[in-house]
Structures are given as structure tokens and as C-alpha cells.
């Protein structure tokens, strides 16, 4: 093994695994699904055990003020064809953390995925991050039972820190929430538990392929991932890898010299922030927490809090209940969406490298007004015809994309710990010859390896965006 | 003139000036000064001309609603040793810009800078960028006069955007204040106007070490600026221009090379981000906008709002005459610091090359909860021994500093529009040789390279950081 070569360059270009093959591990998910029993009841919000409505504001609360609430937003800006909206919203402040375990095996990092039961997934069990915890959870405060592997991530058992960065979750949906999204490198041995396993990057990314397999947590996480810079070890490599694979792959080569090159995009990185910052300065976002009582438009009835035209999405309030023998049970609100929404990266090959078309977007919980999104985002409107207050910029263009153009087309769930059977269509369409360089002021074309850098430092690219980036495979 | 040498590289190694040498500019500047009448008033708070106090929070405010208001805040924190307070706090949401026009002559970029009255400067005139404008001057909200030279920040004539980015201001005296900081380079030929001047990068930074010359807005600006990497060729330059000179420069040459080296840092880039991703995770601020009238501990009385044991800062209000013949006269609040403050960066020699001890500080008005900061920083609190909650670390020994280990120290004021003669004493401290590298959990030891890279991707080190690393000279 060439030790220049990044670790998490030869993981992604790994798809051999030791331990479990590839096809094997829809099985075994499928197995992990089998097994449990999950039951989930709509349930009255008046009736959701551990939580009330506020006296005062109405906004839907757990007793302990932990956890996360249902409040009020109203949004003022010179942004869109909307100036002003009220809406309700996740408010989640702490910060919770989604950490990776990796481990080296003759030379190769694996990373330790969980089949992980969430409430609101349509098919519950998906493969998560090693850990996901939130504040409560890791620093103890409850006394409860601590979350499997914490103590690699919380100082008591050695790890070396690979990636730790803050990142941001949905701002149309959440105000202003971050988690840390940590991956570890361990040397110990490590006590395997019966429903986590250990994968190569290569693999988590061939299954991004199918629907609905790793959950947004895993995503978002590995995201975060920088693979170094191109050289002809790199190059060197890959052809000894695709001539014992016996096969061609050049799109995905083409994808590797993206991520990789830091010297053919067509603009420089001080140009890229120059335009964010031009778009940051121009549009205001002024956001004022409201009551819930006061959010115009919504309504609330026994089962659900709902816009009055049936749009964007319902809160609603569950029973859950998981296990055989040992049987957990508990109340919750989860947010339904109206309809299912496309996330999509136009892609198209620049000075010979491809580049992706990024969105510049504004979203009512943004921590900082604008972030870097997908060139189609429609999650939260219905995204047919006249169903919206006005058509996304290249949406047509998406949805009449030729087979040929299509590089990606898989439903990827979100969070399914608070958004209720959500699946989103996730799409790279490769634009054809005709396609204009020349875009709208609040796009630009972007290399992945300038995405990536912009990923490092925090905030800049929104979840939607992370979530296909995380699907884009070298192999 | 070698193309490769990073232009702003070449200006900051400038000090001769076809147009003005160093020495005469101090003079311009008293000549400036000398040949303008400022009369700065006190003035009663409830009889500023355009101000009010709001009928039902206090808060001080424009009749306009515009520029900026005095308004109370609710802190509270689990960082420090003070978990809950309140203040009064500038609140000035809209985004300014702070802009330099630079120009090429013979091949050497000349930064256009404006000598500028502010009403409570020490000394009224200091040098200034080409361009200070709130977003209702440059958006010509009110339909006033156009600020001088604006036509080459907003498109209106061409120029090439060489930085653009948005820096934080004071975030224990604004409440998330931004401005957009740039720097564009024209080659038209510019009308010259009396008050300004053509100075080089190195001029400027020679001007750093005499108090009070080089206005705040300057400093963010050009500690904005990445000088491009370290090579054989900048050492060739570098040496040409040493023997030019006759003279010794061993510790602006590793200014420089801290400067340009990215690769002998103490620590990867990853883990400072992971240093300040676990500090951001683990400290929360939770900050709630109160009425003025309800912040405990602070009080009103005809000329100023103050804190009742004279600590920190008070709002007084004043009336502005300016000019000989064509006088101008406002009235505006004015905020005055309780005593002049120490900013300081320790800095030590580690593995050959210069690093800085960068402390993680949180202030009220962040942005994003922690910001990076000189070692020392205390500019709203006295720092001599029992006036404050506690003692800042390493205020000690930047004050029991020895004569050769005081690499810099002037003072240098705050924003004139603001802050009424309010200077500080920016210090670099070159560590001794017994000075632990160990540091404290909220400390961390950066290169200049490092620090340039953070400030380039926005809001990571505040205008405190900034300013000093802006005095940082490589000639």
C-alpha cells in the first residue's frame, strides 16, 4: 500500500470488503429489518406522553424543555417573490454529535455503520453513523444508559480525530441547527455489537445507489470527507485498480480528477466567496421567533398542525413502539412533508473537469442567510406546475433529463428521527453540449474538489447539497 | 518585475512611493488635520436632533430607523465565569462597505487611501479605505450625494475584484455586526481628489507602528490579504531587495515566511478546526434581544447610559461641527470606553517558524458563538489587578514584557463613527525561550499562514486578530 495515498481516498476506491461483500449487506439490512418489530400509531398532540402545548405561545414542548420544540417563525426579506412568512419550525439548539468509527484492516479504513431503527423511516432500519447522540445523550445528563462507542469520541478511549466540523441541517425545517459531524480513527480492539459492521467508503457509496439504505446522517458525515490532492500516484493507482476490475469507468475517473484537482475550475475560490459575499450583503433575512399560537396561516387540530392550503408540511404526533421482547415505547411530534421533493446537481465538464451548477439559497433557519445548495432544491413545495408560488430555476431541465444524462437517481430518506416517512428524489444530471456556461447571478459552477474545500470550513454547503455529494463514487 | 510574486506581495515588500515617501504622509496627515475645525459637543441624550429614545423599550434610535440603535441584551452562557448578564449593545444590521480601489504603477499595486474625519477619533483625521458606506449610502436609499469612488464597488465601472470578504466587528460592542470587506483593482485613470493618496501596502504597514494614523476600517481591510506561497523565487526577490537596503531584517523575513509557509505548522489545519468545532459544541450562548429600559445594572441620566459601577463603556450623545466655510453639523450617540485596553499576540518560534497564540473567545454580539482572538484581549474590561471578574491569561506576561521581546506596540483607535476616542495598545510579544508550548484548552499555537487561510473563508478571527495581524510587516 502506497503510504502518499490518502486513507480515505483508498477506502473510496475500495469495494472488497473482508468482513461482508456488498450484496450481502442489503441482506443483512433487510435481516436487521426483519427482526425487529416497529410499530408506529398517529396519536393525538394533546395526547403525546411528555409533551404539551405551552400555556403562553402555544409552541408544542417536551416536559423536560429538552429534546426539541415546535415554535413559531416570522421571516422578513428582500430574497424571492415572498417578502414575508410566518411558519412553524424545529428548534433544536443544542448541538448533538453523528461520529464515525474507523478502524484499519491490512491497511484499509473501514468505517463501523449501524443498522439503526428510526421511527419516522419508511423501511425503519438504515445504516447510521457509529454514533448519534445529542447533548443530553453524551454528556450524561439523563444518567441514562450511555450511547454505544461514546467513549471513543468523548476523550476516555484513544481516537485520533480525522474530520470535526459543524455542520447545518435543514434550514427550511430546522432554526438554526448544527451538529458535529465527527469522524475518529481507533487502533483498539473494538467489542462488535450484533447490529453494526464495518464497511468500506467504496461500499457506503455503492449503496448510495439504491433507495433509501444510508440514512442522512451517514451523509451528511461522510460529506465531510477531503480526499487530498491529484497526482500521478493517484493516476498510477487507479489504472492498476480499473485493469484488475476489467472494466471501464470513466465517468467516475472523471469524478476522482474533480475532487482531487485544485487547478483547472473556472473560478478561483476568491472569486466563489466574493460572490457569496455579494449575495450575503445584498439580501437580508430577519427572523423573529413568534408564538406558535400566532403563525398566520397554520392551523392546529386534535392530530396535526397544518398550513390551510395543505402545503409544505404537517406536524404530527406518534406512538412508538420498538422491540421483541424488551419492548421500548414513546411519544412524539414528527414533521410530514406535503409531497416528496428532487435535490439535484447539474454537472458539466469545463476546461475538461466537471464542474456542479451551485445554487446560492436562502432558507428561513440558515445560521448565516445564504448557503451553498443544490441547482434544484424543491423539498418543502410541490414542485409540479402550478403548485408552487413560482417554477425553480432548471427544474424543467431535471425532469426532462434523457436516461443518458442521468448519473444519479436515488430516493434518500431524511432525519428519520423527526421527518415522518420522508423520502427525497436525489439526481445528478449531466447537462448535454447545449448547455450554457452563462448562468443566473445566484448560480455558479463550482468544482468538487472547491466544494469540498468549502465543506471543511463550516456552513457554507447546505444538507441537500452535502447529501449529494456524499453519493458521488470514484469507483 | 517577476509576474509569479503575488502583487500584493511586492506592494507590502514597498516602501518607496514615486508619489509620496513615507515621512511626508505623517505630515500630509497633520496638515489634514490642522487645516479642518471639528468641534465635537456633548450634547443631552433626549436632545440629539434625529435621535429618540423608543416609547416602549428605550432603546435609543434613529427617527429614520436607519443607521444604528442602542438596544439591551440578555446573555446567557455556560463559557467563563459570568453565566448571565445584560448590556447594552450597537445594534447596525445592514451590511457597510469598507472598500480600497488599488492601481498599478509601474507594476507595483498602489492603495488609494483617504485621509477622513470621524467625529470621535483622538485625533479626527486618520487614513482610511477609499470607501467607508452604510448599505443606504451605496444603495442611495435617501438620494443624497453619491460617496466619492462607489462607482467602482458596484459595478458601475469596471474594476477586478481582488477581495471580497465579510469580517465581523467588535462582538462585545456590536451585536453581530458584519461589513464587507474588498479590495478591486482599476485601471482606468482616476480623478484624484485633495484628501487622498496613493500608498503602498508596506507604507501602510509602515504607518502601523505610529499610534492613531491608520484608521480600524484600514486595518480589517488589509488583514484581509493572502500573499500567495512561499518559493525560491520570493527568497531571491527577498534578498535582492535586503542587500538594496543595507540593512538586517531577520525578523520581518519570518514574518514573511510564516506568512507564506503552509507546511511547518505545529498543527493540520483539521484539528484547529476540530480545536474550535469541540469549543463551539461544548459552550453555548443563548442570546435574547431586551428592551433598553430593562437591562439590570445599567442606568440612565441626561448625558449618558452607564453601568452603575462605572465599569466597562457608556453611550453619550454629542453634536458634530465639521468644516471651514461649508460647516456640517449632526448629533449622533458616541460609545466611550471606561479605560484603553490591551489587544496582544504572544508569539514563539516552533519547529523554525513564527507562530501565534490564538485564543478562542466568546462575545456577546458573535456571530457564531466563538470567534478567534489575539492572546490578550481586553478592551471592555480594566485589566489592572481586582477591577475585573478575573484575571485574562497571559495578561501578566505581556505586561512584565522586556524591551526586546516587544516586537510591536502603538496604539491604535477604534472606529471614529462609534467609538469616541477610543484607542488600544496593540502589542506583539515575542515569547522567551522558557515559554511553554503547552497551552490552555481554549488556546492554540497558529502560523500566519493559518490565520490567513481562516480569515479568508469569513468571521473566524474578530476585528481584534485582525487588526493586529494587519500591523504584521515583511520589510
Given at each position: 500500500m502506497?503510504?502518499t495515498?490518502?486513507?480515505?481516498l483508498?477506502?473510496?476506491?475500495t469495494i472488497?470488503?473482508e468482513?461482508?461483500d ?5 441482506d ?15 396519536k ?17 414542548v ?12 416570522d421571516?422578513?426579506t428582500?430574497w424571492?417573490k415572498v ?9 433544536q439548539?443544542?448541538?448533538?454529535i ?7 484492516f491490512n491497511g484499509i479504513?473501514y468505517?463501523l455503520m ?15 453513523p ?7 445523550n ?6 441514562g444508559r450511555?450511547?454505544l462507542?461514546?467513549e471513543?469520541f468523548?476523550g476516555?478511549?484513544p481516537?485520533t480525530?480525522?474530520?470535526d466540523?459543524?455542520?447545518?441541517e435543514?434550514?427550511?425545517?430546522f432554526?438554526?441547527?448544527r451538529?458535529r459531524?465527527i469522524?475518529?480513527?481507533v ?5 462488535m ?10 461500499q457506503i457509496k ?5 433507495d433509501n439504505?444510508i440514512n442522512m446522517?451517514?451523509?451528511t458525515?461522510i460529506s ?5 490532492s ?5 493516476t498510477?493507482?487507479y ?7 476489467g472494466?471501464?469507468?470513466d465517468?467516475?475517473l ?15 475560490i476568491?472569486?466563489?466567496?466574493s460572490w457569496?459575499t ?17 403563525v ?9 398542525i397544518f ?32 409531497q416528496?421533493g428532487?435535490?439535484a ?7 475538461g473537469v466537471?464542474?456542479?451548477?451551485v445554487?446560492?439559497?436562502?432558507e ?5 442567510v445564504i448557503?451553498?445548495?443544490p ?5 418543502t413545495g ?6 408552487q ?8 431541465y431535471v ?5 443518458k ?12 428521527g423527526?421527518?415522518f ?12 453540449d447545449n448547455?450554457?456556461e452563462?448562468?443566473?447571478e ?6 468538487l474538489n472547491q ?5 471543511q ?8 447539497a ?10
Amino acid at each position: 500500500m502506497k503510504t502518499t495515498l490518502h486513507n480515505f481516498l483508498i477506502s473510496a476506491l475500495t469495494i472488497d470488503n473482508e468482513f461482508i461483500d456488498t450484496k450481502s449487506i442489503k441482506d443483512w439490512v433487510k435481516k436487521q429489518n426483519e427482526e425487529v418489530v416497529v410499530k408506529v400509531h398517529p396519536k393525538r398532540l394533546e395526547e403525546l406522553d411528555k409533551w404539551h402545548f405551552d400555556k403562553a405561545t402555544a409552541d408544542l414542548v417536551h416536559d423536560s424543555g429538552k429534546f426539541f420544540s415546535i415554535i413559531g417563525l416570522d421571516i422578513k426579506t428582500n430574497w424571492g417573490k415572498v417578502s414575508h412568512w410566518q411558519q412553524p419550525i424545529i428548534n433544536q439548539p443544542e448541538i448533538g454529535i453523528l461520529g464515525i468509527i474507523t478502524k484499519r484492516f491490512n491497511g484499509i479504513l473501514y468505517f463501523l455503520m449501524q443498522a439503526k431503527i428510526e421511527p419516522g423511516n419508511i423501511n425503519y432500519v438504515q445504516l447510521s453513523p457509529t454514533l448519534q447522540a445529542t447533548k443530553s445523550n453524551y454528556t450524561k445528563v439523563h444518567q441514562g444508559r450511555s450511547p454505544l462507542y461514546l467513549e471513543y469520541f468523548n476523550g476516555e478511549k484513544p481516537a485520533t480525530v480525522l474530520v470535526d466540523q459543524l455542520q447545518s441541517e435543514q434550514g427550511a425545517r430546522f432554526f438554526r441547527k448544527r451538529n458535529r459531524n465527527i469522524i475518529v480513527e481507533v487502533e483498539d480492539e473494538l467489542a462488535m455489537h450484533p447490529n453494526f459492521v464495518w464497511l468500506t467508503l467504496g461500499q457506503i457509496k455503492h449503496l448510495l445507489k439504491f433507495d433509501n439504505l444510508i440514512n442522512m446522517d451517514t451523509r451528511t458525515v461522510i460529506s465531510c470527507i477531503n480526499f487530498g490532492s491529484y497526482n500521478s500516484e493517484v493516476t498510477d493507482f487507479y489504472s492498476t485498480l480499473r485493469s484488475k476490475n476489467g472494466q471501464k469507468q470513466d465517468f467516475e475517473l472523471d469524478m476522482l480528477i474533480s475532487a482531487l484537482n485544485s487547478e483547472k475550475a473556472l473560478h478561483r475560490i476568491d472569486t466563489v466567496i466574493s460572490w457569496i459575499t455579494n449575495l450575503k450583503s445584498r439580501f437580508d433575512l430577519e427572523v423573529n421567533r413568534i408564538p406558535l399560537k400566532e403563525v398566520n396561516h397554520w392551523k392546529r387540530d386534535e392530530f396535526q398542525i397544518f398550513h390551510e392550503d395543505g402545503k409544505y408540511f404537517k406536524v404530527i404526533g406518534v406512538e412508538v413502539e420498538i422491540g421483541n421482547r424488551e419492548v421500548q415505547r414513546w411519544c412524539q411530534p414528527l414533521v410530514e412533508s406535503a409531497q416528496e421533493g428532487i435535490m439535484a446537481f447539474i454537472i458539466k465538464k469545463i476546461n475538461g473537469v466537471y464542474h456542479f451548477l451551485v445554487q446560492a439559497k436562502l432558507e428561513s433557519g440558515n445560521f448565516d442567510v445564504i448557503e451553498m445548495a443544490p441547482t434544484v432544491q424543491c423539498l418543502t413545495g410541490n414542485y409540479r406546475a402550478g403548485q408552487q408560488e413560482y417554477t425553480p430555476a432548471f427544474l424543467d431541465y431535471v425532469l426532462a433529463a434523457k436516461p443518458k444524462q442521468i448519473r444519479l437517481s436515488s430516493y434518500q430518506s431524511e432525519e428519520g428521527g423527526r421527518f415522518f416517512q420522508e423520502q427525497n428524489r436525489n439526481m445528478i444530471i449531466e447537462a448535454d453540449d447545449n448547455f450554457s456556461e452563462e448562468v443566473p447571478e445566484n448560480f455558479i459552477w463550482m468544482t468538487l474538489n472547491q466544494m469540498l474545500s468549502f465543506i471543511q470550513y463550516n456552513n457554507y454547503l447546505n444538507v441537500e447539497a452535502r447529501s449529494l455529494i456524499s453519493t458521488v463514487r470514484f469507483i
